[in-house]
């Protein structure tokens, strides 16, 4: 059984190395990439954030899909300890409903900063990342005690160590990035914590939680659905 506080971490963990396995072994059996680094193509394939279909052809279900893909092993590795670790305190602060919302909503507004913003294919777990960093540093300053500072302290400092590298390392996507984390801190101000019993608010946050598990089913399924259709030149 998964420890305390870690049961929708696992499962996004899950899908994340599941379509990693899958999209690697698609771009070695005729593409350019291997096991270690997944080609473009392979990836445009599998729903990466590309705004030239997302404006063109309406793939509006890449601003999900992309957030469950990974470029490489270390890309994937690292996301992996990333998530795993904030994950799991955000899982424990703001209960099961909540961190389903914050983690959808994020990576999809992370993705969308990226469409208007960033004109380069782009995958990964980070924009969610950064929306449950948000979501910590927004606790953190509401709280207003000792506790809270540090947990702000904590994770202000966890978001520019990553954004100061984001700008050091070519290839990183800030908007995406930046989209996550100031989207998470505005859920998590407007969210609060869960309620000690069942509420009219709780209920609410409850059916959130299922919209936004059916439109990741749904966008998964367009993306199958696309898959064999779709012609894309290398990049």
Not at 78 to 86: E, G, H, K, P, Q
């Amino acid at each position: 059984m998964f420890s305390q506080g870690r049961f929708v971490t696992m499962i996004i963990l899950v899908i994340n190395f599941g379509l990693y396995a899958a999209t690697a072994v698609y771009s070695m059996k005729g593409n350019s990439g291997d096991i270690l680094n997944i080609d473009v193509m392979t990836l445009r394939m599998f729903g990466a954030k590309w705004p030239e279909a997302q404006f063109l052809a309406g793939q509006w279900w890449r601003l999900v899909t992309a957030g469950f893909l990974h470029g490489g092993v270390v890309h994937i590795l690292f996301n992996s300890w990333a998530l795993f670790d904030v994950g799991a305190l955000v899982e424990q602060i703001f209960g099961v409903r909540r961190y389903i919302v914050i983690y959808f909503v994020t990576t999809v507004c992370g993705y969308l900063a990226s469409t208007y913003w960033s004109p380069v294919t782009s995958i990964g777990a980070s924009a969610g990342i950064f929306g449950l960093i948000g979501a910590m540093i927004a606790i953190g300053t509401k709280s207003r005690t000792p506790m809270g500072d540090a947990l702000r302290s904590h994770f202000l400092q966890w978001a520019v160590f990553a954004l100061v590298m984001s700008f050091v390392i070519s290839g990183v996507d800030n908007a995406a990035h930046i989209g996550g984390l100031t989207s998470g801190f505005a859920i998590a101000w407007v969210a609060g914590t869960p309620r000690a019993v069942e509420s009219p608010v709780e209920k609410i946050w409850g059916l959130a939680a299922i919209l936004c598990l059916i439109l990741t089913v749904a966008s998964f399924a367009l993306m199958f659905l696309n898959f064999a259709s779709i012609s894309i030149p290398q990049a």
